[in-house]
């Protein structure tokens, strides 16, 4: 079993929509929640970073860690053409390496 | 992800070549993380270092791969005789001191093997 699943997609959405990322992680002592956007052929870009469990919010994006499912979301409301990207979620267990997920790939469709 | 800088953004080599990849991480940072990128996989970790010290190298094949961050300079990823299979883009990462801190990724080095 991989340590950070993540259904690779591609989903598709229509403009406007809400869109919901998720992830299911194994290792209970994860502590360190990020989610990355990587646009084709570039480098993955930090978006939330998240401390155990909760909400964050940033803008259009919140960031949702459910530590007794093992579970972790990123929501994006008012979805935008240039939201397009692949969507990787990372846990990490305090100084130790990051895990990745292998992304979703999304595409917003306008 | 604009601070870390890598040298070269592609790099074409043919079987047998030797390839080094570059990252200058971010203004302050002294921590350098190594992935590679397989076509529609994810980040895969390779190797951490700290000015001088390889940390955790445990994600780095045990042949043909080096890693160093010396005092002064870039960190230096190198392949030597390189394969097919070694095809793949290389991102670096740095991260600052400070505890709880997260790390930011450069533009990558996409490596072509002929």
């Known amino acids: 079993q991989k340590e950070v699943e993540q259904d690779p997609g591609p989903l598709s959405v229509p403009e406007g929509a809400i869109v919901s990322l998720n992830c299911t992680y194994s290792?209970?002592?994860?502590?360190?929640f990020m989610w990355y956007r990587q646009y084709s052929r570039k480098g993955p870009e930090l978006l939330m970073y998240t401390y155990s469990s909760g909400n964050k919010e940033d803008g259009r994006f919140t960031a949702q860690v459910d530590k007794s499912s093992k579970y972790i979301s990123l929501f994006i409301r008012d979805s935008q053409p240039s939201d397009s990207a692949t969507y990787l979620c990372?846990?990490?267990?305090?100084?130790?390496?990051?895990?990745f997920g292998p992304g979703t790939r999304l595409s917003v469709l306008p | 992800n604009a601070g870390v800088m890598q040298n070269p953004r592609h790099l074409v080599r043919r079987r047998g070549q030797e390839a080094r990849l570059r990252c200058s991480p971010m203004k302050g940072h002294s921590h350098v993380y190594w992935y590679r990128q397989l076509p529609e996989e994810g980040l895969k970790f390779m190797v951490y270092l700290q000015k001088e010290n390889i940390i955790d190298e445990s994600g780095m094949p045990k042949e043909r791969f080096s890693a160093e961050f010396p005092k002064e300079g870039p960190s230096i990823l190198r392949i030597q005789q390189v394969v097919r299979g070694d095809s793949a883009a290389y991102f670096c990462a740095s991260s600052g001191q400070a505890l709880q801190e997260t790390q930011y990724f450069g533009p990558g080095t996409r490596l072509l093997v002929l």
């Open positions: 290792n209970s002592a994860f502590q360190y």
């Open positions: 990372a846990a990490d267990n305090y100084g130790q390496n990051f895990v």
